[in-house]
């Protein structure tokens, strides 16, 4: 049984105002604001493109920049497994091991270990999984997991938490609440506070309104540096997604970043924008670009199917990345077919600079309170869908 703790007594944090949310604006409920961090400003909304192990798959960080990243996402589970966060202390962090001058936000390893399925065991005290690598048996802590974080010299750490599948019910959402509480508060006792560097919360509570509430609420009361919602986008549903975010995000702090952890698709960001949260994060850029998906102005687009063997347009006319400037969707075809490994580094390269500079417009249309008009623009093109001229 898990022993849950009323936190009446905020953690205290030594923090200074060098890692600081400012809010700007508001159009409605999207928010227009500026995270400041020990290793740069975010303009927020912001999408975080995904580096698993240090690296953003089949891309330059050169051309991260250049698409218009401000902070990146490495994952706890995979860098702890391998080469190891004691190896990456000693070069220096992660930041330094992949030669990334900007911020830089670990996730905690929970949802990585609940897809792991049989080969783990979760326990009041922390879970006990076994690698996808080789076997081995491990077992992460809240402690554990922070601990590993602080080596990773990661800007945003993660508390760790369990992420329950969907569905789920009631009685496991609520337990599974209560003992990512617990987790939120060890991970706030074992962080290591530096100027700069911040630390967040994760709402769970399933798609039960009384839950999320619940956690949001006791989350605060340990005071965080941001909070990302977590258990969303593991099969529900868009239109149940967004009903959650709104029962979520009323309940969450002014002041202090939001972020969707693991979503998503380009309508799926937008939808959440509407609904006050400020920060995303998704594979699906580079993980499409690897499969033959381009994200574009008119939807996605399949560059392997065999009408665009002939096809002397870009992907997107409306983009002016590398990729649409230099090539056209027969070549990009080819390449597919082909299975050049240059196909994946340009899809990749296209996909980072749509959802990119799709945020800077969201930023713009909220900065201008233009944003309702650009979301009813861009989704009637969205789902127009790509259709071949004659």
Excluded at 112 to 141: A, C, N, P, W
Excluded at 294 to 314: C, E, M, W
Excluded at 345 to 372: D, P, Q, T, V, W
């Amino acid at each position: 049984m898990v022993i849950v703790v009323f936190y009446q007594e905020k953690v205290k944090n030594s923090l200074s105002n060098s890692f600081n949310f400012k809010l700007i604006s508001n159009d409605k409920n999207a928010r227009l604001g500026k995270l400041i961090t020990a290793h740069g400003e975010i303009d927020t909304p912001i999408f975080m493109p995904v580096g698993t192990a240090a690296t953003v798959k089949a891309m330059y960080l050169k051309d991260v920049v250049s698409a218009g990243a401000q902070i990146i996402l490495s994952n706890t589970y995979h860098l702890m497994l391998r080469p190891g966060h004691e190896t990456i202390k000693k070069m220096g962090g992660v930041r330094k091991f992949m030669g990334w001058n900007k911020p830089l936000l670990t996730d905690s390893g929970g949802f990585q270990i609940m897809s792991l399925g049989d080969l783990r065991k979760v326990e009041e005290d922390g879970v006990t999984f076994k690698s996808h690598l080789d076997g081995s048996k491990y077992f992460l802590s809240p402690k554990i997991s922070t601990d590993i974080q602080n080596a990773l010299d990661a800007t945003i750490t993660m508390q760790l938490d369990e992420c329950i599948p969907y569905p789920a019910s009631y009685e496991e959402a609520n337990r599974s609440m209560k003992l990512s509480l617990d987790w939120a508060l060890r991970s706030r006792e074992a962080f290591e506070h530096r100027d700069g560097y911040g630390q967040f919360g994760i709402v769970q509570g399933s798609i039960f309104p009384e839950l999320r509430k619940y956690s949001a609420k006791e989350l605060i009361k340990i005071d965080f540096d941001g909070y990302a919602i977590g258990g969303l986008a593991v099969g529900e549903g868009q239109e149940l997604m967004f009903k959650t975010l709104d029962n979520t995000t009323v309940f969450m702090e002014e002041n202090k970043p939001r972020y969707l952890m693991g979503v998503g698709k380009p309508d799926d960001i937008i939808g959440a924008v509407k609904r006050g949260v400020d920060m995303f994060d998704c594979v699906l850029p580079t993980r499409s670009g690897r499969t033959g998906q381009a994200f574009t102005s008119k939807g996605q687009v399949n560059i392997k199917n065999s009408r665009h063997t002939l096809d002397t347009r870009p992907l997107d006319n409306e983009c002016f990345c590398f990729t649409c400037q230099n090539y056209n969707r027969a070549y990009l075809h080819h390449l597919f077919k082909a299975q050049e490994i240059l196909g994946l580094m340009l899809l990749s390269l296209h996909n980072l600079h749509f959802y990119l500079g799709m945020m800077k417009l969201i930023r713009e249309a909220i900065k201008n309170k233009n944003f309702e008009n650009y979301e009813r623009d861009f989704l009637k093109n969205y789902y127009s869908g790509d259709i071949q001229p004659l």
